[in-house]
């Protein structure tokens, strides 16, 4: 994966990424067009396929809706880096494919606007613009098989 950096702070709520008023539609494209508009106006406006989100600590705390890592996957967005994830995020993220990857590090020194690549299987991140790597916790084999699968029901009906 390969993307500019879109960045946010710590404690990005689910109602952040995807405010309750805009839940009523199912459609994931639909959600993605409202994707972080109450701290990002522009971010679904120009948000291009293969970006990156890092995001900081306690990134998608709150409500445990799906809707939050949908949103942002239907905007294009390939992989969400954070210095942590709530619990419901990360799980919710795995169930539907998408890769995130916890790192203080690469969350602390990556900014917006950077270049940067990543390899979920082995957790190395790049920031291509600082020439900077980073060591994320790569995924267990069966999360890789989930993401890989294109989440959890996908992975369980090839099994």
């Not at 990002?40 to 970006?51: H, I, L, M, Q, S």
């Not at 990156?52 to 705390?61: L, P």
Request: proline fraction near 6%.
């Amino acid at each position: 994966m390969r993307g500019k950096v879109w960045k946010y702070g710590n404690n990005i709520d689910t109602d952040v990424i995807i405010p309750a008023r805009y839940l009523n539609d199912p459609d994931p494209k639909a959600l993605a067009s409202h994707c972080m508009c109450d701290i990002d106006e522009n971010f679904a406006g120009k948000v291009e396929p293969g970006d990156i989100m890092v995001g900081g600590w306690n990134f998608g705390c709150g409500s445990s809706r799906e809707h939050a890592p949908v949103s942002i996957q239907a905007s294009g967005v390939s992989c969400v880096i954070a210095a942590s994830f709530a619990r419901i995020f990360y799980r919710n993220a795995i169930n539907i494919g998408f890769p995130i990857l916890e790192c203080p590090e690469a969350a602390e020194a990556i900014n917006a606007g950077d270049t940067v690549s990543v390899d979920t299987s082995t957790g190395v991140i790049k920031d291509e613009t600082t020439g900077e790597s980073f060591q994320a916790k790569p995924f267990p084999e069966f999360i890789q098989n989930i993401i890989e699968s294109g989440g959890l029901l996908s992975y369980l009906k090839n099994k």
